[in-house]
């Protein structure tokens, strides 16, 4: 499935760049550059890659001690916590990555395009990248 979710999100891309290439949206948004490289997200997210490319991605109680507010106390039973323990696969555990910074990245385009008058964005981030997991344990039958 998740080899199937990047064919998808290559389509979908691909579709997405002829219809903003015809629309002027790619012009527009190369002429804002500078805007958009100062916007917080954008900063936020070339942050997270560089992290990701270096390997460099502290264990939850780490993060939160250098760049969340309030400070939390380490859990030493999450630090334990495998996969296998918590009852999820490697392949949930790879499609609810996928889906977190897939929304992450509609988020900062979104951002992006409401900077440069192609958009309406209104709020920020809710933490919708964390619904994932749900997503992933509802069945398509359940109605509350």
Request: proline share 6%.
């Amino acid at each position: 499935m998740l080899a199937n979710c990047s064919v998808i999100r290559s389509a979908l891309r691909s579709r997405l760049v002829r219809s903003f290439a015809s629309s002027g949206y790619l012009g527009k948004r190369a002429s804002y550059e500078e805007k958009i490289s100062g916007l917080a997200e954008t900063i936020q997210q070339r942050r997270l890659l560089e992290r990701l490319e270096l390997g460099d991605c502290p264990s939850p109680p780490t993060w939160f001690q250098t760049y969340a507010s309030p400070p939390r106390s380490p859990d030493p039973q999450v630090e334990k916590l495998t996969l296998t323990e918590s009852g999820m696969s490697e392949h949930d555990f790879k499609t609810i990555l996928d889906a977190a910074f897939a929304t992450c990245c509609l988020h900062v385009e979104s951002r992006i395009a409401s900077l440069i008058g192609e958009g309406f964005y209104t709020i920020g981030p809710c933490g919708e990248e964390l619904l994932a997991p749900i997503g992933l344990v509802l069945g398509s039958t359940d109605d509350r």
